[in-house]
């Protein structure tokens, strides 16, 4: 079991930056690749940031390579999201998720979800 709850988010104005965390939790924790997927509405849920569970593996959707950074702590139970040069399009609920093993960053093989944060980006 992995517990997953999200922190930060709002409204930004274009061009601007925001944060967010996910506080990971559980005893197997460790056996995760953990992720940021973004569901806008009328849309299917998308994988756009996804850190794979050795901590050095990364993969990114084309819609936020170089404006987004994932990393983790030191201490492995937490999991940041820089996002940086907002677009409107980047409005949406985000999720933080954990895929058991290597990550694929894709909705189907997720096997846990956050409760979800808003973003909402301002033109």
């Known amino acids: 079991q992995v517990q997953l709850v999200e922190s930060g988010g709002g409204l930004v104005q274009a061009g601007g930056s925001l944060g967010l965390s996910c506080a990971v939790s559980?005893?197997?924790?460790?056996?995760?690749?953990i992720g940021w997927f973004r569901q806008a509405p009328g849309t299917e849920r998308e994988g756009i940031a996804c850190l794979d569970r050795d901590g050095f593996r990364t993969l990114y959707a084309r819609s936020v390579s170089g404006r987004f950074t994932i990393s983790r702590n030191a201490n492995n139970n937490a999991v940041t999201l820089q996002m940086n040069n907002l677009e409107p399009e980047d409005t949406g609920v985000y999720y933080c998720?954990?895929?058991?093993?290597?990550?694929?960053?894709?909705?189907?093989?997720?096997?846990?979800w956050g409760q979800g944060t808003q973003v909402t980006v301002s033109s």
């Open positions: 559980g005893a197997s924790a460790e056996a995760y690749s």
């Open positions: 998720a954990a895929e058991k093993g290597n990550a694929y960053c894709q909705a189907q093989w997720v096997n846990y």
